[in-house]
């Protein structure tokens, strides 16, 4: 079965630290998602990509968020500086914009912790 | 403003029986729900869809039904198995929407399913 995958798996670092985020999505899938997942707000959508471009990046504070993808197989998002309130499971998924049968494919997701 | 609202955090349920998790939305520009299955330190999965044409689809074990006019939809799960006991989350998206709202996904906060022996 073809998966999502995101490294690191679990991230504990320093506030004021840059951190990066990785994420390979399934080959052929042109849609490329961000979420983030906290107790208070659930999953709630950060950054979106359609054929590498960025189309909707207002779920994502601009400040210190960044969100990139410089090929087809990679996709990025980095804080910078990091704060303990951007604590939380990071969220990549992918998927076919023009199947919309098709749902999104989740990876298994970056847990972050800032100190 | 929660526009997908998942109202019951939790629920338990015997194995065998049936469980039944709910949904409200508010946007009426959303043509196209699915619910996802979440364990612990893994990635949301895929469980069951439903265009805003139709108002059951079924899989299995999964149905789900949609009452537009209500804007409710359910998911049912007969009979119900422990290894059903996991996090559920409802989205919803704007498919005929176009633009950049296409494939956008707004999820409700979850209800945690038990199912016990």
């Known amino acids: 079965d073809a998966r999502v995958t995101q490294t690191p798996r679990h991230k504990v670092t320093e506030m004021g630290q840059e951190v990066t985020m990785r994420c390979q999505p399934i080959?052929?899938?042109?849609?490329v998602f961000w979420y983030r997942q906290t107790m208070m707000q659930g999953l709630e959508l950060l950054a979106y990509f359609r054929n590498r471009a960025p189309l909707d990046d207002s779920g994502m504070p601009k400040d210190r968020f960044s969100a990139e993808m410089p090929d087809a197989t990679l996709a990025t998002l980095k804080i910078q500086p990091s704060e303990p309130r951007d604590s939380a499971v990071y969220f990549c998924?992918?998927?076919?914009?023009?199947?919309?049968?098709?749902?999104?494919?989740f990876g298994d997701g970056t847990r972050l912790s800032i100190l | 403003d929660q526009q997908v609202k998942q109202n019951s955090p939790s629920l338990s349920v015997q194995e065998g029986r049936i469980s039944i998790l709910n949904c409200d939305y508010t946007?009426?520009?959303?043509?196209?729900f699915l619910w996802y299955k979440k364990y612990p330190a893994e990635g949301p999965t895929f469980l069951i869809s439903?265009?805003?044409?139709?108002d059951k689809n079924e899989d299995g074990r999964f149905t789900v039904f949609l009452n537009k006019s209500a804007k409710h939809l359910s998911l049912h799960i007969v009979p119900s198995q422990p290894g059903d006991s996991a996090v559920y989350f409802c989205a919803a998206s704007t498919f005929n929407a176009g633009g950049t709202s296409y494939g956008k996904l707004t999820f409700g906060q979850g209800t945690i399913l038990t199912v016990h022996p």
């Open positions: 080959l052929g899938h042109n849609t």
């Open positions: 439903i265009s805003s044409i139709k």
């Open positions: 998924a992918s998927g076919y914009r023009e199947d919309r049968n098709q749902p999104q494919h």
């Open positions: 946007n009426s520009m959303f043509d196209y």
